[in-house]
């Protein structure tokens, strides 16, 4: 038996979970599908998505939700880095603090939204507050994995914290770190839970994303076509995000 031949079971499933309905929501993106008249579905050709250019609401789902990915994701880096640094010089405090700090990760989306809804409805805190952790994670690893030796090295020849942190310590936790922002960039990017159980993309249209505006059409409007074409796009920016993040990685690494 060849060897490839145990991967069947896995490949199998993978494409019906992932490849069967990518390709159904690409056909479909194509059809004047409407749920309550399905005996009217008809091939309408790029008609869905001449219809999405001329969408305001589309504009507007797309730009919150480019500034919910940047600004969620910069601090989440950010804060990631700052608490790691200082659980890297304070390693007392790991032991003390892991359960702690990991506390957002383990409670599921829909118990931490129901608590800042209590609390503070602001969509992009609570996201910064439950995976910020992640990469604190991610970060915290990678910086225990640096060679102490060109550390030391570097304090002995008279070089500053800063030098050191951004001369030797970033560019040798950049592979460590693209991987950290690219899992995140794709969350940020589908992120659906927390806006509707908070907001519903309200009031009004005030904290719609993509992912909501989305769903809203497919499953409140019941329009599948225009909601595949919509979902074709938001997978279509989710790629090309995730491809300048290799691409980074790579120039950088390079």
């Known amino acids: 038996m060849l060897p490839a031949s145990f991967l069947a079971p896995a490949l199998i499933v993978l494409v019906a979970i992932n490849v069967v309905p990518l390709f159904y929501t690409v056909t479909t993106s194509f059809e004047d599908y409407y749920l309550p008249k399905v005996a009217s579905r008809h091939f309408n050709g790029l008609g869905n998505y001449a219809e999405l250019l001329a969408d305001d609401r589309f504009w507007g789902a797309l730009g919150r939700t480019l500034l919910f990915v ?7 880096v950010a804060l990631g880095f700052g608490v790691a640094l200082m659980l890297i010089r304070q390693k007392r405090l790991v032991g003390l603090l892991r359960g702690f700090i990991l506390l957002p990760i383990i409670i599921t989306p829909i118990a931490v939204t129901f608590v800042w809804r209590l609390m503070l409805p602001a969509l992009i805190l609570v ?5 910020t952790p992640e990469l604190m994670l991610i970060i915290f690893t990678g910086l ?8 030391e090295a570097a304090v002995v020849d008279g070089a500053r914290a800063s030098q050191i942190f951004f001369a030797i310590k970033l560019p040798l936790l950049r592979p460590i770190l693209m991987v950290g922002v690219l899992f995140r960039t794709i969350d940020l990017f589908k992120t659906f839970d927390l806006f509707y159980i908070l907001t519903r993309g309200g009031p009004g249209v005030s904290t719609e994303t993509l992912a909501v505006y989305t769903y809203t059409v497919g499953f409140s409007f019941l329009r599948l076509g225009y909601g595949s074409a919509l979902a074709l796009v938001l997978f279509l920016i989710i790629l090309a995000a995730s491809f300048l993040i290799v691409r980074w990685g790579d120039v950088r690494l390079g």
């Open 144 to 151: 225990l994995t640096l060679p102490k030796e060109v550390i």
């Open 70 to 76: 940047t600004v969620a994701l910069a601090i989440e």
């Open 127 to 131: 996201e910064i507050w439950q995976h």
